[in-house]
């Protein structure tokens, strides 16, 4: 007996034959204890004082006893089913007393006998059993298993640890605590003693009842489980085909003595939970295969849809939808399409639809294809066709992609680069003319001129305007040039423009950029001449400018008049024919097939031009 009781008191406690002890609150260790509960219990009170009551007490009644320690109350009565010595339990009822300011918890026990059957490891089990019994989720199986074994063993963690398979790691996955910090992670079996790698290898269940006190571990093992707070640990392999895949570990944060009970308790949750976690796998592969399957379908941008060809006899006439993703409507137009076939949704399908997806069907061959369809709005579509379930089901998988606007582009695209093509086979037709007539109008520039800055004068306006024929022909190059512009931007270039002594008349007329470039050139020589010589010199001349359009049997004519008058000059003809008046008689006959009259008549000259508008140049 402890030296709690005066020497009166002590005689009455050995006398006394209820059940005595006295608690200390803060420590919950014996700290009294009498011969008759000794002899009830059979320890001493060597082995009793000094250790905690809750390593006496049944699994199952822990946690009220705890509850009553750290409740600071009156007296209260509750039973509870305290271990003996030789591994058996006692079922106690006690009278727990408590008094102001006294440290320690007084209690009075009465002995019920032994542990009733319905308290056996067997029926904790069961309860465990009943609780998983409609579990389907291998997490939740973990949780409820370790939260009530914890619960049951008054333990201060259960955790559930995965064998990496190297032999080297283990990492703690799933864990039930009570008021300890988490010691999920990833560690090493060697940082905890050999013999629990061995234990693990052997299948066996390693036991360390006193961690600190232990003698068998290094000190920097026990620092390692000092680390995560671990005093006392069980762990349990869970073995599959022979080799350890888990352990089932239960840990206290204080030194505590496990019973053949608590053991087995522990041993067998372990066996129900691996039973019972591989039931639930296939189900929960299931489970998550069926989810990335939903979410693929509902996000994919693709329309996806499952349909079941429906038949006349033995052929096949039209298809249901069994299901469709939410894209689906967007790529093929259809609302509504599930459980609905695709005559009620759109009567006028080409047949053709039916025909593929029969073939897949039946065939059970995979198709990529594209396909269009005026009935569905016109569109183009991407398909990839495939037979699911049983070939009986005549059930097909279609995952297809409106490319209408793709192939819209593509052809745009296409015509483009024709256009382009053609452009760019124009523009070198177009460089290779002018490049002769610049020779042409070099060669004949120089040969008339023998000054040479009267020849790079002319030669810089007859550049100047090739240069604005140029910025007309190529402003658009896919459109016809207009006659009229072009006359009027010559004109201007020399400061003149229609009015008294300029009249501009004629309907309007289009012209090829070939007929273009070698008209302007001859306008450009004739309002040169008129500005020197003629009348766009003298502010009483007139200068006239008609055209109309004859019409033939070989096409459409060009007739243009240049006519001036007034002019102060004599009617005499030059006698040097210079560029302008080779220009209008040899080249446009030549290289437009055009007839030209040229008279130098008293008063001005008169120019007549007739030219094909569809005539290509030579």
């Known amino acids: 007996m402890a030296d709690a009781v005066d020497p009166i008191s002590s ?62 109350g009156g007296a209260l009565q509750l ?56 579990v389907s989720d291998p997490v939740a199986v973990q949780d409820i298993a370790q939260r009530m074994l914890g619960e049951c063993l008054g333990a201060s963690g259960v955790g559930y640890a995965e064998d990496f398979g190297d032999g080297v790691h283990v990492a703690v996955t799933r864990e039930w605590t009570n008021g300890v910090p988490s010691i999920t992670g990833i ?72 019973t053949p009970a608590e053991i087995a308790i522990i041993e067998a949750t372990a066996v129900r939970m691996l039973v019972t976690v591989e039931r639930c796998l296939p189900d929960a592969a299931l ?28 052929r096949a006439v039209d298809w249901r939808f069994l299901e469709v993703n939410p894209a689906f409507e967007k790529h093929n137009g259809l609302v509504d399409a599930t459980g609905r076939t695709i005559r009620e949704l759109q009567p006028a399908i080409e047949p053709k639809w039916v025909e593929i997806y029969a073939r897949v069907a039946e065939s059970g061959e995979s198709l990529r294809f594209e396909e269009d369809s005026q009935a569905l709005e016109g569109r183009t579509f991407n398909l990839f066709a495939f037979r699911v379930g049983e070939a009986e089901d005549k059930t097909v998988a279609v995952l297809f992609q409106d490319i209408t606007e793709q192939r819209q582009n593509e052809n745009r695209l296409r015509q ?27 060669t004949s520039t120089a040969e008339t001129r023998r000054d040479l800055d009267e020849l790079v004068d002319h030669f810089r306006g007859r550049l100047d305007a090739l240069a604005r ?10 459109q016809p040039v207009d006659l009229e512009n072009l006359i009027r931007d010559e004109l201007m270039s020399v400061g003149a423009n229609e009015g008294p002594q300029v009249q501009i008349t004629g309907p309007d007329v289009d012209l090829t950029p070939s007929l273009a470039e070698t008209l302007g050139l001859a306008f450009h020589e004739l309002i040169t001449n008129a500005l020197k010589y003629g009348a766009l010199r003298f502010n009483d001349a007139r200068l006239d ?27 005499t003809a030059p006698t040097r024919a210079g560029f302008g008046r080779e220009l209008i008689e040899e080249v446009l006959p030549y290289r437009l097939g055009a007839q030209t009259e040229l008279e130098f008549r008293g008063g001005g000259i008169r120019c007549l031009i007739q030219v094909p508008l569809d005539a290509s140049p030579a």
């Open 469 to 478: 024929t140029q910025v007309i022909v190529t402003s658009n190059p896919s």
């Open 545 to 571: 400018i008609r055209w109309r359009i004859r019409r033939n049997d070989g096409g459409p004519v060009l007739e243009l008049c240049w006519s001036e008058t007034g002019v102060p000059t004599v009617a």
């Open 287 to 314: 489970r998550k295969s069926e989810r990335k399957y939903r979410d693929l379908f509902n996000s994919m941008d693709e329309g996806y849809c499952i349909i079941q060809m429906l038949y006349d006899g033995e």
């Open 79 to 134: 039973e509870q089913r305290v271990l003996r010595g030789d591994g058996q339990y006692r079922t106690i009822s006690w009278q727990l007393s408590l008094f102001d300011g006294d440290p320690l918890l007084y209690c009075v026990g009465r002995d019920l006998g032994q542990i009733r059957p319905d308290d056996t490891p067997q029926a904790f089990l069961w309860r465990l059993g009943a609780a998983l019994r409609d």
């Open 416 to 442: 483009s680069e024709e256009r382009l093509r053609v452009l760019v086979a124009e523009l070198q037709h177009r460089v290779r003319n002018m490049l002769t007539i610049v020779r042409s109008v070099f």
């Open 11 to 72: 005689r009455f406690h050995a006398l006394a034959t209820d059940l005595l002890a006295t608690v200390t609150l803060d420590t919950g260790e014996w700290r009294s204890v009498n011969p008759a509960l000794e002899q009830s219990i059979g320890w001493t009170a060597h082995d009793l004082l000094g250790k905690p009551v809750v390593d006496f007490i049944h699994p199952f009644d822990r946690q009220q006893w705890l509850a009553r320690l750290h409740d600071r």
């Open 187 to 258: 560690y090493r079996y060697s940082d905890y003693g050999e013999d629990l790698i061995e234990a693990l290898k052997t299948g066996r269940t390693c036991i360390r009842p006193d961690i600190p006190g232990d003698p068998r571990m290094s000190d920097a093992e026990k620092a390692a489980h000092a680390a995560l707070g671990l005093a006392a640990t069980i762990n349990v392999p869970l073995s599959r085909d022979g080799r350890a895949v888990a352990v089932l570990t239960v840990h206290y944060d204080r030194p505590h003595q496990f």
